[in-house]
């Protein structure tokens, strides 16, 4: 089947802006997340869009869906040393019972 | 203080030998979900279950097995058929099926 596609890495200094891009497969999802996992730890979820929106901000995130083009992505402003990290993007499924992972960017943010 | 705990956090076992991992929640939730993650590779699929007494297989279920007698309750048992066991691994909990899935705190299990 088709993949849940993201980037593996990205680096950025402190302070400036992140953006983690997610390509998905389904045009029927009904939201989409994204999940943060710290080094040695569980997924925690960190925010979710509905297929109505085009935007959603909460404090330093910023989630951006383009429908037309499955294309979602993260925004981290003013991103920080804790912020480094593993993200997920993932959709429901098409099939079966489990959300679809992509395989997850690892941000390093360098002081 | 509700969650999902798993345990031990840390696991060894001597090669040959059986070995489960634990998972609780108290979410009232329906589904669970366990997965297992190597570097590079993400999120792999081992077994899922709907309602209580009922799972599937996922993705990589050979040399695992599962049990769901309980609804918070969900083990896994990594056997000695599974060649190459060392590896994360993360249970997950939902409502129900395809509904936002949250996270356990993981399992690190080496092989000896």
């Known amino acids: 089947g088709e993949d849940v596609e993201q980037s593996l890495f990205l680096s950025v200094r402190e302070g400036d802006s992140s953006v983690i891009n997610c390509t998905y497969t389904?045009?029927?999802?009904?939201?989409l997340y994204w999940y943060k996992q710290e080094p040695g730890a569980g997924l925690q979820l960190l925010t979710y869009?509905?297929?109505?929106?085009d935007m959603k901000q909460d404090q330093r995130l910023t989630v951006l869906l383009n429908k037309k083009d499955k294309h979602l992505s993260l925004r981290i402003a003013d991103t920080q040393t804790g912020d480094s990290a593993i993200y997920f993007c993932?959709?429901?499924?098409?099939?079966?019972?489990?959300?679809?992972f992509g395989k997850g960017t690892s941000l390093l943010v360098t002081p | 203080d509700g969650g999902i705990t798993q345990s031990p956090k840390y696991l060894f076992r001597k090669e040959g030998q059986n070995v489960t991992l634990s998972c609780e929640q108290n979410?009232?939730?329906?589904?669970m979900y366990w997965y297992r993650q190597d570097p590079g590779q993400g999120l792999r699929l081992i077994y899922y279950?709907?309602?209580?007494?009922?799972?599937q297989k996922g993705d990589i279920a050979e040399g695992y097995s599962v049990s769901r007698e309980k609804k918070e309750s969900f083990p896994l048992t990594v056997t000695s058929a599974q060649k190459n066991p060392t590896a994360f691994y993360l249970c997950?909990?939902?409502?129900?099926?395809?509904?936002?899935?949250?996270f356990g705190p993981g399992t690190r299990l080496t092989v000896l």
């Open positions: 997950a909990s939902s409502m129900s099926g395809a509904d936002t899935q949250y």
């Open positions: 279950s709907q309602i209580v007494n009922d799972f």
């Open positions: 389904d045009s029927s999802s009904t939201y």
């Open positions: 979410l009232n939730h329906d589904a």
């Open positions: 869009i509905f297929s109505n929106m």
């Open positions: 993932a959709e429901p499924p098409n099939s079966g019972y489990a959300l679809n």
